[in-house]
């Protein structure tokens, strides 16, 4: 129990594209669902909680308007990159929240 | 007051040895401090985790050991093998957020 898969597991875009990243919790609902970016050989760094119905709240840094987060629904949650530009490309993390939290496999994003 | 700090940052054992990693933190009011594993390319798996009101958890061959005076929390690995070669991670939260705060890793790699 307790899976959370995202899609697409990798991505290659042009800069100045959007890209969306799908999360979704296979077997349970999630209220809240998490955000995280990951450099190479760095640890997690969150970017924003996600509630169900309601806005994102974003970290610190993290720009609401570059990083647009919708969690339409109890199992799903989405992280769209707007204009994405070279400096976005990385490892993008979600989770879902349930007792604790439980983590997608990940999506990398190449922005060329 | 935020930080978890974790150290070492790599640690290399020999096949069957014990694998410790160890990690401190501020806040005493965190009250959940999960283990993550993570392998390349994919997203952090639960290990194990301890709440501050034992000192010790143990999960087949990882062990979690809680000094609450010291404010310090370490993972043992026993009988380390080289499928363990992985990246893990340390994490604190709050139950009532579970936003959490998660170490800088340790990339552990076992010699066969």
């Known amino acids: 129990g307790a899976v959370v898969s995202q899609h697409p597991s990798r991505v290659i875009c042009k800069s100045g594209t959007s890209v969306k990243i799908e999360c979704r919790s296979l077997?349970?609902?999630?209220?809240?669902m998490f955000w995280y970016r990951q450099f190479p050989k760095q640890s997690l760094m969150l970017m924003a909680t996600?509630?169900?119905?309601?806005?994102?709240?974003?970290e610190q840094g993290v720009e609401k308007d570059k990083f647009l987060i919708n969690h339409a629904s109890l199992t799903l949650s989405t992280l769209t990159v707007t204009s994405a530009h070279p400096e976005d490309s990385s490892f993008y993390i979600c989770?879902?929240?349930?007792?604790?939290?439980?983590f997608g496999p990940g999506t990398r994003l190449t922005v060329l | 007051q935020q930080q978890v700090k974790q150290s070492p940052q790599s640690l290399i054992v020999q096949k069957g040895g014990i694998s410790i990693i160890n990690c401190a933190y501020e806040n005493t009011a965190f009250d959940y401090f999960p283990w993550y594993q993570q392998f390349p390319g994919k997203g952090p798996a639960l290990l194990i985790a301890i709440r501050p009101d034992v000192s010790e958890k143990k999960e087949g061959r990882f062990t979690i050991s809680f000094n609450k005076s010291a404010k310090q929390f370490s993972l043992h690995i026993m009988d380390s093998q080289p499928g363990d070669s992985a990246t893990y991670f340390c994490a604190a939260t709050f139950s009532g957020t579970y936003k959490y705060i998660f170490g800088t890793g340790t990339r552990l790699k076992v010699l066969a």
């Open positions: 996600s509630n169900e119905g309601s806005k994102a709240t974003y």
């Open positions: 989770s879902a929240l349930l007792s604790e939290q439980f």
């Open positions: 077997d349970f609902q999630a209220t809240t």
